[in-house]
Structure formats: structure tokens, C-alpha cells
């Protein structure tokens, strides 16, 4: 089973993409990434994938949104956060 959920951010423009796919011991696996949309530009930004697996589909999509999160604190302008 695999899903996918776009998350808005307080970054205008950023939002989080996470996929989280259930392996075949049960377990939940999660991809993370950014988002930027611009009048003149989309970025994508893929951030590393870990080889980390939860318990539940909830676990790794909170492992995920935290990872996103993390690169937007580091990585977009404090000003650019509404």
C-alpha cells in the first residue's frame, strides 16, 4: 500500500510531500520532500531517504514532515515564513 499527502508549510509557496509505503513485514517506509512553487519557477527538493521503518503508516509520516521541516528551518529565509 503506498500514499501520498501534500502538507502545507509556513513558508508561502513550500509545501511537504510525503510517500509512505507498507513493506511486505508490515512495516510503513517514508519518502520526504519540498515543494517550492514561484510565478516563475517550481522547485523540487528530494531529501535523503532513510532506511529507518515504523510500526504504523502514522510513525513514518511524522518521521517524514519532521525531516521536511528540518531542511525548511535550515535551508529558506526566516522572513519567508508567514
Partial sequence: MIDRTKIPTAWEGC???IVTEQMRDGK???V???TET???HTRTV???VTSATFPTREEAQTHGVEQAARWLEHNMPKRAAV
Fill in 32 to 34: 520526504a520532500g519540498v
Fill in 15 to 17: 509545501e511537504i510531500s
Fill in 38 to 40: 514561484t510565478a516563475e
Fill in 46 to 48: 528530494d531529501l535523503p
Fill in 28 to 30: 510503513w517506509a517514508v
